[in-house]
């Protein structure tokens, strides 16, 4: 890590996400994996998102969060 980038608790990040104007208003958020990963892992996301009631699908290295409680169909 470079001594310049600045280092985020996870419990900041995740009031950062989840209360961005996207997410406020039911809309979606999007997040890289990788920094998911890193910043609170897997697990926390994961029960963070569920908690709330909302859904997540992970595509092209993103996980994509719909932040609201209505049902998700994925259409081909």
């Given at each position: 890590?470079?001594?310049?980038?600045?280092?985020?608790?996870?419990?900041?990040?995740?009031?950062?996400?989840?209360?961005?104007?996207?997410?406020?208003?039911?809309?979606?958020?999007?997040?890289?994996?990788?920094?998911?990963?890193?910043?609170?892992?897997?697990?926390?996301?994961?029960?963070?998102?569920?908690?709330?009631?909302?859904?997540v699908?992970?595509?092209?290295?993103?996980?994509?969060?719909f932040?609201n409680?209505?049902?998700v169909?994925?259409?081909?």
């Amino acid at each position: 890590m470079r001594k310049n980038e600045a280092v985020i608790s996870p419990d900041r990040w995740i009031v950062q996400v989840f209360s961005a104007k996207s997410a406020a208003e039911g809309g979606i958020v999007r997040r890289k994996i990788t920094d998911v990963e890193r910043l609170i892992g897997r697990e926390r996301f994961f029960f963070e998102v569920r908690r709330r009631g909302f859904r997540v699908v992970e595509n092209a290295g993103q996980f994509v969060i719909f932040c609201n409680r209505q049902p998700v169909h994925m259409r081909e």
